[in-house]
């Protein structure tokens, strides 16, 4: 099956500092990669379409200076938390549209913790 | 605007009864509609989809679910709970001719199952 894995698992930072997040298609090749952030104990929130090769289209209310994508080839997208804060600590969640299945279904990476200190 | 209801937050059930997540839809057209199992820290896994055809649709660890269109609906069920399917469930419904290929999720269900 179509397997998306994310890089770091977990990441714990410092105020002010950035952190990049990889999402990677690991066996198949994704136009339109999407980003989700998800609260303790809630659904996932999409933050932010990605495709390759354009820019990425965020969700109302997502600030794209604060949240930067990159989808530089058909395997990888990067998610970078600029200047993170507290607030930004969230598990965020990766996932990967495939032209290979006959409806485009999404599939899902592991996520990724990030604690901001 | 177009949605995906879980009424329940949490559902809670002894192992070896049948169990039922329910999720109810308003999405246009002919819906794509899918079931994630979330664990604690992980990313959501693939339980099963329902596209078209069958209405009855089998899927992973035994769970299966029902198109309802009169009822909007996509309940989630298995005959027999484990323990181990204790986890947050997701349901998602895409609309297939929107021109996005974004899903609309449900808020999520957790179940407990009681030994």
């Known amino acids: 099956g179509a397997v998306v894995s994310q890089h770091p698992s977990r990441v714990i930072c410092k105020s002010g500092t950035s952190v990049k997040i990889e999402c990677r298609s690991l066996?198949?090749?994704?136009?339109?990669m999407f980003w989700y952030r998800q609260f303790p104990k809630q659904s996932l929130m999409l933050m932010a379409t990605?495709?390759?090769?354009?820019?990425?289209?965020?969700e109302q209310g997502v600030e794209k200076d604060k949240f930067l994508i990159n989808h530089a080839s058909l395997t990888l997208s990067t998610l970078t938390v600029t200047s993170a804060h507290p607030e930004d600590s969230s598990f965020y969640i990766c996932?990967?549209?495939?032209?290979?299945?006959?409806?485009?279904?999404?599939?899902f990476g592991p996520g990724t913790r990030l604690t901001v200190l | 605007a177009q949605s995906v209801a879980q009424p329940e937050d949490q559902v809670n059930v002894a192992e070896g009864n049948p169990l039922t997540v329910k999720c109810t839809y308003s999405?246009?057209?002919?819906?794509?509609l899918f079931w994630y199992v979330q664990y604690p820290n992980r990313g959501l896994q693939f339980l099963l989809k329902?596209?078209?055809?069958?209405?009855l649709v089998k899927g992973s660890y035994g769970f299966e679910a029902e198109f309802n269109k009169s009822q909007t609906s996509f309940h989630l069920k298995k005959p027999s709970a484990l323990v181990s399917d204790s986890a947050l469930y997701f349901c998602?419904?895409?609309?297939?001719?929107?021109?996005?290929?974004?899903?609309?999720f449900g808020t999520g269900t957790r179940l407990k199952v009681l030994a």
């Open positions: 996932s990967a549209r495939t032209l290979a299945g006959a409806h485009n279904e999404q599939f």
């Open positions: 066996d198949f090749q994704a136009t339109t």
């Open positions: 990605s495709n390759e090769g354009s820019k990425a289209t965020y």
């Open positions: 999405v246009s057209g002919n819906p794509y």
């Open positions: 329902y596209i078209t055809g069958d209405n």
């Open positions: 998602a419904g895409r609309a297939p001719n929107s021109g996005t290929y974004k899903y609309i």
